[in-house]
């Protein structure tokens, strides 16, 4: 009954015992309450936090939906007052927070099976083993014989099965790979339990909208998703086998009789799981979020949560006043400061006895001070003496000088400062793999096995083939509008070529998945299949997603930097180069090749090398249509990872030590490969100034 009676509870005091603390986690009186985590419980926290701060404006809930994994790790290092989580603290989590972590379920609700099929006569079935063999990829296609058994009378396609799963680390994910863990013993010994794992197979998708995205664009595509953001979008969902031997379609009263056959097993520190429960009426892939707060925060919740009034009026007022939120007065402190001026002020001046009268100066000073102030303007012409006689001079030359060089070193300081705290956070990382993770492929969150290797190579491939798309287009673009277009066309077209580059990156990237992926799968990756199906790039089938399309979405946005820098560079080859080559008798189109672009041609390396730069650095829109699947493939129709992607999708849910200390190090390695390739550059492009000296180019 008193577990019942927390559960019950727990969901209405979050909030009143956080704010019956002491202190806020905010800016000191600033009235704000702090926390973070799952992205799950955002809407409804949105909402508590709107009603609550109409019921008490003195006091503002700041919710950061950052994620399970990120809510946890702001938790233990203090930074927030409470967090939120769709899985519940390890114990190693709890040890390393230091004090004790209450768990208070807060809500519930179901993650539901999608798919992309031909109209159907009804939603599809699935079983446990089904399930778990579709996403170990031993079910490939969907007329598969372990389908049709539990679709008796559904016309089923001869389509392959592409599975899309979050790539991003997501509480979604741990209560779905939960259920997978409970019910495949092969999937516990592969993949495991997590909020991001070590996928066997699939393509990947950032967020809720990441994976509906790509279902619904790819046909035969099954992923999974939210039940809410699934009823929203109209996606179909299928049922799926209880473990009391029946098919249930998902439901809000299918979820709370899940809830209700498991809360007599929970235990006193509620940390329990709604997967796989039993009960005929039980939705199987059913999970809670927690919210997670210090236990001392925690005397008399239940009183609290009957309704903050017993915390009373005079209560906040109180809290609020206390010393320790308010900043010392300004008021106060102007006045003091203005005593102490009349004090200063009014105090006689006398004359120490150390002090003595200044020697008057020789007449050659004098006359040099006369002709200065006669000469320059009166402040740039008195030196800067250092004490009274005899100090070195300092010029506003020097001063200058000075301050140019503390901003050059600052630079470098700057840059040494991010290297040393990026070194000492992937130090575990460093020491554990050594310089094996630059070779290792694997990437298993779950078993901590980490490598770069895949990274590296999706990083690389997908910015070599944007220069390789890009540079032809970008020098043609410029040599376009110096050389061949009229004028009134020029300023039009630069001006949009330009423009391009303002297009912020998650606009490329929902580009790239509705309207670039469905053209490559469906028109590019046949046409090349076809053409040049023998080489081992062009292999296989395209789901749309992939090294190839994020290589020429990437040509796109750099682009506009190739075309840009090589107009301003071949703008400024002088006229009598042109000039000297056509009066010998060249053609345009040989002055073009022979003179104008040897001429630019260090500049026009320097725009590639800055355009690389761009592509190295990528992370949303390469990560919306790369596929998110850490594994090296000949073929450029298959998905990969990069660095960048890799970073973004799992920082925020990372929570084990090593687990940060490995995406820390692929930080540091993405900095180091950027480094060097302008590095290199540079150096290159020395050396053709250097050997190019005293000739035309």
């Known amino acids: ?47 508590w936090s709107s009603e609550y701060n ?31 989580s769709d899985g519940p603290m390890t114990d190693a989590q709890l ?49 598969d014989p372990r389908i049709a058994a539990a679709n008796p009378g559904l016309a089923l396609p001869a389509l392959p099965v592409v599975v899309v799963h979050r790539s991003d680390g997501s509480g979604t994910t741990y209560v779905w790979t939960d259920y997978l863990t409970k ?81 007599a097993a929970v235990p006193a520190d509620l940390r329990y799981s709604m997967t796989d429960a039993p009960g005929g009426a039980s939705w199987p892939v059913s999970g809670t979020t927690w919210g997670l707060l210090y236990g001392n925060l925690l005397p008399g919740l239940e009183r609290r949560a009957g309704g903050l009034p ?17 900043a010392p007065p300004g008021g106060a402190r102007r006045a003091r400061g203005r005593e102490a001026d009349r004090h200063r002020a009014a105090r006689p001046f006398s004359r120490s006895p150390s002090m003595t009268t200044p020697t008057p100066p020789t007449p050659s000073e004098e006359g040099f001070r006369t002709a200065a102030r006669s000469d320059f303007p009166p402040r740039l012409a008195r030196p ?49 793999f050594g310089l094996g993770f630059l070779v290792a492929r694997v990437w298993d969150p779950v078993a901590e096995h980490f490598g770069a290797a895949t990274f590296v190579y999706g990083t690389v491939v997908s910015s070599l083939l944007a220069l390789a798309l890009a540079v032809p287009f970008g020098v043609a673009i410029a040599i376009f509008l110096v050389e061949v277009a009229p004028r009134w066309l020029r300023g039009p077209v630069g001006f949009l070529v330009e423009l391009l580059a303002a297009v912020p990156s998650i606009v490329y990237g929902l580009w790239g998945l509705f309207v670039l992926a469905p053209v490559v799968r469906e028109v590019v990756a046949p046409a090349l299949h076809a053409t040049l199906g023998f080489l081992p790039a062009f292999r296989g089938t395209s789901h749309g997603v992939g090294m190839l399309t994020a290589g020429m979405l990437l040509a796109v946005m750099i682009l506009p930097f190739i075309a840009a820098i090589t107009r301003d560079v071949l703008t400024a080859v002088p006229r009598e180069q042109r000039e000297a080559s056509l009066a010998l008798g060249a053609t345009r189109w040989e002055t073009i090749w022979h003179v104008v672009l040897p001429y630019g041609r260090a500049g026009i390396i320097g725009g590639v090398i800055l355009a690389l730069g761009r592509a190295l650095g990528e992370t949303m829109a390469v990560t919306m249509v790369i596929g998110n699947n850490p594994q090296i493939a000949a073929s450029l129709f298959a998905p990969g990872y990069t660095m960048s992607a890799v970073i973004a999708n799992e920082y925020a849910e990372a929570s084990g030590p090593l687990y940060l200390a490995a995406l820390t190090e692929i930080g540091l390695l993405l900095f180091v490969v950027t480094f060097t390739v302008n590095a290199l550059a540079r150096t290159l492009i020395w050396r053709m100034a250097r050997s190019s000296s005293g000739s035309p180019s």
């Open 384 to 432: 800067l003496v250092r004490g009274e006689a005899g100090g070195r001079r300092v010029t506003p030359d020097a001063v200058f000088r000075r301050v140019c060089l503390s901003a050059a070193l600052a630079i470098l300081g700057l840059l040494a400062l991010l290297l040393g705290q990026m070194g000492y956070g992937a130090r575990l990382s460093l020491g554990r």
């Open 183 to 263: 019910v495949s013993p092969e999937w516990r010994a592969r993949a495991g339990r997590a909020t991001s794992v070590n996928w066997p197979t699939g393509l990947g998708g950032r967020g809720n909208e990441g994976v509906a995205g790509t279902v619904r664009q790819t046909p035969g595509a099954m992923g999974y998703v939210e039940l809410t953001f699934a009823l929203q979008n109209a996606m179909p969902v299928g049922e799926v086998r209880n473990r009391a031997g029946l098919f249930v379609a998902p439901s809000i009263e299918a979820v709370t009789a899940a809830a209700a056959s498991v809360v």
């Open 310 to 326: 017993a915390l009373g009026a005079a209560g906040r007022s109180a809290v609020l006043r206390a010393p320790a939120l308010r």
């Open 54 to 84: 109409r019921l008490h404006p003195e006091v503002r809930v700041n919710y950061q939906s950052i994620g399970s994994g990120g809510g946890i790790r702001q938790l233990i290092r203090r930074t927030v007052r409470f967090g939120a």
């Open 95 to 143: 040890r390393e927070a230091g004090a004790p972590v209450v768990h208070v379920p807060l809500v519930m609700g179901a993650v539901v099976p999608t798919y992309n099929l031909p109209r159907l006569a009804r939603a599809l079935r699935f079983t446990p083993e089904v399930l778990a063999g579709i996403f170990l990829g031993q079910i490939t296609a969907w007329n």
């Open 1 to 47: 009954m008193e577990r019942r009676r927390a559960l019950e509870v727990g969901a209405a005091g979050v909030l009143g015992a956080c704010l019956g603390g002491c202190r806020w986690a905010g800016a000191a009186g600033s009235g704000y309450l702090n926390g973070a985590g799952s992205t799950f419980v955002y809407p409804l926290m949105s909402r």
